[in-house]
């Protein structure tokens, strides 16, 4: 049953050309009281998403004609459409898939196959993150940022980093739960890292571990993708 649509029920648009799947994914994310709209191929994806924004795309990056990447980077780089935050759906060991994703502008990814239930935990964790964020204090995880005062602590106790590795915690701490690609890291940290290969990153991610002792456990690898700060 098709719900009316409301303030407070996000509304989706779900991207997918394989149509069983789309029926399901319908059928479950009506169902969780999102407002859903859907569409079958990249050109369609791209009309709608113009004639009515919506808060969330669920967009699968293999589609006939125009793809998924194409579709991202299309939604990215049109004033009214870049914020849309995009979760896309990929094969399964397809990490070059996820990388292209990542920095073609979507903010998470589902492999297939997934149960909706995950796509919905994800769809939530981000629209949650999706908010804003300022210049302020930030933390999770047990670890407390303070930009202003260049102060970190993890578990209450303080921890001495190098400007490099604080903008580097900083931006993984953002967004828990957000994987970043190597090269999407050293676009984001403009202040303060001079190293600018892939390696170097790992070497950074390395050395802020070894420094925040439990918490860095945190500071996850995503096999052939990048990091995130686990949530
Ligand atoms: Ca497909």
Do not use: W
């Not at 780089?77 to 990929?90: C, Q």
């Not at 953002?174 to 600018?196: N, S």
């Not at 170097?200 to 690898?221: F, P, Y």
Request: with cysteine; aromatic share 4%; proline share 5%.
């Amino acid at each position: 049953m098709n719900r009316p649509p409301s303030a407070n029920q996000p509304s989706l648009l779900v991207v997918e050309d394989e149509q069983d799947l789309l029926e399901v994914l319908r059928f479950s994310l009506d169902r969780e009281g999102f407002s859903v709209r859907t569409a079958e191929n990249g050109e369609d994806a791209i009309r709608l998403v113009r004639e009515q924004r919506p808060d969330l795309i669920v967009l699968d990056l293999m589609l006939p004609t125009i793809d998924g990447l194409a579709v991202c980077r299309a939604i990215r780089s049109t004033e009214k459409t870049r914020d849309i935050p995009i979760v896309m759906l990929t094969a399964r060991g397809e990490e070059a898939d996820i990388v292209r994703g990542l920095e073609a502008g979507a903010d998470d990814y589902v492999t297939k196959p997934f149960s909706p239930k995950i796509l919905i935990a994800r769809i939530y964790a981000v629209l949650r993150r999706s908010a804003p964020v300022g210049e302020g204090v930030v933390e999770a995880g047990g670890v407390r940022l303070d930009p202003e005062r260049h102060e970190v602590t993890a578990d209450g106790k303080q921890v001495d980093l190098t400007a490099t590795e604080f903008n580097l915690l900083r931006l993984l701490v953002l967004k828990p739960g957000r994987v970043y690609t190597r090269q999407q890291i050293i676009d984001l940290m403009h202040e303060g890292f001079v190293a600018v290969t892939d390696r170097s990153v790992d070497v950074q991610v390395v050395s802020l571990r070894r420094k925040l002792g439990a918490a860095g456990e945190r500071v996850q690898t995503v096999r052939g993708v990048g990091y995130r700060f686990g949530e």
